[in-house]
């Protein structure tokens, strides 16, 4: 069958089956379906209902309140019921599709089950969550796993954390940055024209290296670094390189980078990156950065950006499906100290470090940095940034 011929349902079962059963990650599983596609709205309907699907899963879990039931049937159970809450789709319409989509896949035993299910369904949402307490409420109306919500209202209070939800459960605003090395402006009327905010497949500027997407947030950490052309700076955690690249461009690959990153997978992806942007002057290194060393007669960096890894929480409206996986805040912000410690010896005096992470959490940002500061007396924090999920702060070395 051309996929032409196949429905963005069947599609987005596929994805939505393959996250499932086999583990893999939401954006792997659409990248991989959607190849070959070029039909823009296409994409564009799998990828609403597969995020969709997976961005609302515990709500259309509490709204269908399944028992044992096949798994198959229950992904197209999930793909209607998400339809019949958030999109325009006429009811009869769903149900139809759930039912032929059923039949399509074999599963002709569960048609009755999957139409009188949907039928049943109960629409009004106040009715549906009346009962619950505020956290659960907030947890079941927009899928935030209970320990979660718990944890945002203890640390931030019941409103921000209603903010939260609601933010992250958006599509994430769209920022890109002009890669110097290529092009000194941008067209933006072009990119607009483009990008949808969902999915830019056709983005030749992208392919070309004129410019990436990186958020303002991130763009600022690195402006924070004031990289100039002739230093010699070290990105601890480099991969995909999104800081590594405004740093060349900034610099216009006159300054000496080296960047580290532990993971094999993600050194391929970097390296594909620098040859797309046309980054020169850089050292790459596959190693663990707690392990890092200098060699005898190099010399220490007066430029350290060390972008950590982190909960992520800042990035759930990127990556929905990670919303679901446990987070171990204390035991990222070891991590993020050690890590601190090993750039504070790299770091010449004199030098600027500027430490950031994707996420909120306490324990991972203002706790770690007090925490250093404590112990390295010798630095100074210059500057300090809360975003709604992005933090950096700025430390020199005295
Ligand atoms: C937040 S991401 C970095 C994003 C990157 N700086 C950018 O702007 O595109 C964190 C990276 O740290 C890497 N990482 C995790 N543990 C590491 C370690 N022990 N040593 C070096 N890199 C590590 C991960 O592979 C991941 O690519």
Same mark, same amino acid.
């Given at each position: 069958m051309k996929s032409s011929e196949i429905s963005y349902r069947r599609q987005s079962f596929n994805i939505l089956a393959k996250v499932s059963f086999q583990k893999d990650s939401l954006k792997n599983s659409f990248k991989k379906e959607i190849l070959g596609i070029d039909n823009k709205q296409r /994409? /564009?309907? /799998?990828?609403?209902?597969?995020?969709g699907v997976m961005q609302n899963k515990l709500f259309l879990e509490y709204a269908l309140a399944l028992k044992k039931t096949n798994p198959k049937v229950k992904i197209i159970l999930l793909i209607a019921t998400y339809e019949l809450f958030f999109s #325009? *789709?006429?009811k009869h319409a769903i149900v139809n599709e759930a039912c032929n989509l059923a039949k399509e896949l074999k599963l002709n035993f569960a048609v009755g089950f999957i139409n009188a299910k949907l039928r049943n369904l109960e629409r009004p949402l106040k #009715?549906?969550?009346n009962h619950l307490s505020f956290a659960e409420k907030l947890s079941i109306r927009y899928s935030y796993p209970q320990k979660l919500v718990d944890y945002l209202i203890d640390k931030f209070g019941q409103m921000a954390v209603v903010r939260f939800c609601i933010y992250f459960n958006k599509k994430p605003k769209l920022a890109v940055r002009v890669n110097k090395i290529k092009i000194e402006t941008l067209n933006f009327n072009k990119i607009a024209d483009t990008v949808d905010g969902y999915f830019a497949p056709d983005l030749l500027g992208i392919e070309k290296g004129e410019f990436f997407v990186q958020d303002i947030a991130s763009q600022m950490a690195c402006d924070a670094l004031k990289?100039?052309?002739?230093?010699? /700076?070290?990105?601890?955690?480099s991969s995909p390189g999104g800081k590594l690249a405004a740093i060349a461009s900034i610099t216009g690959n006159k300054a000496r980078i080296t960047a580290c990153d532990v993971s094999e997978v993600k050194i391929k992806k970097l390296e594909e990156n620098i040859k797309r942007l046309g980054i020169k002057n850089v050292n790459l290194l596959k190693t663990d950065f707690l392990k890092f060393k200098l060699q005898t007669k190099e010399?220490? +960096? *007066?430029?350290i950006i060390l972008d950590a890894p982190c909960s992520g929480l800042g990035v759930l409206n990127k990556h929905v499906d990670a919303k679901y996986l446990d987070k171990d805040f204390k035991? +990222?912000?070891k991590l993020q100290l050690e890590m601190l410690k090993r750039s504070a010896d790299l770091l010449a005096v004199g030098g600027v470090l500027v430490y950031s992470v994707c996420t909120i959490s306490q324990e991972e940002t203002s706790d770690v940095i007090t925490g250093f500061l404590k112990e390295f007396s010798e630095f100074t924090?210059?500057?300090e940034q809360k975003f709604i999920g992005f933090y950096f702060v700025k430390l020199l070395k005295s």
């Open positions: /994409i /564009i309907a /799998i990828k609403k209902t597969a995020y #325009r *789709n006429k #009715r549906l969550l990289p100039r052309a002739g230093d010699n /700076i070290l990105d601890c955690c010399l220490k +960096f *007066n430029k035991a +990222f912000a924090l210059e500057q």
